[in-house]
């Protein structure tokens, strides 16, 4: 059993940065690769960045490459989201989630997920 909790979110101006951070309980987290979704009001929650056991490897939406990363620290149960150059569709709510197998990045992959954090990006 893994669970996760997501936090700092909020609102930032277009441009601007956040980190997000997903601590895990438990001591399975360095065994499973861990993924981040979002969800806006109306769309289906959607995959946004992923990572292996090891931090090694890394995948991205193409629609957050070359300004968002995605690392871990398996020392701290913790996951990161650095996302920067914020634009107004990044709005939605953060998921984190954690994963058995390989670096999946499709929802039905991931067997945990947290309770959510909300980024707003403010035009």
């Known amino acids: 059993q893994v669970q996760l909790v997501e936090s700092g979110g909020g609102l930032v101006q277009a441009g601007g940065s956040l980190r997000l951070s997903c601590a895990a309980s438990?001591?399975?987290?360095?065994?499973?690769?861990m993924g981040w979704f979002r969800q806006s009001p109306g769309k289906a929650r959607e995959f946004v960045a992923a990572?292996?056991?090891?931090?090694?490897?890394?995948v991205y939406a193409d629609s957050v490459k070359g300004r968002f990363i995605i690392s871990r620290d398996n020392a701290k149960n913790t996951m990161y989201l650095q996302m920067n150059s914020l634009k107004p569709e990044d709005t939605a709510v953060y998921y984190c989630?954690?994963?058995?197998?390989?670096?999946?990045?499709?929802?039905?992959?991931?067997?945990?997920w947290g309770q959510g954090t909300q980024v707003t990006v403010s035009s």
């Open positions: 989630a954690a994963s058995r197998v390989g670096v999946p990045t499709t929802l039905g992959n991931y067997i945990y």
């Open positions: 438990g001591r399975t987290f360095s065994s499973s690769a």
């Open positions: 990572i292996s056991r090891s931090g090694g490897t890394t």
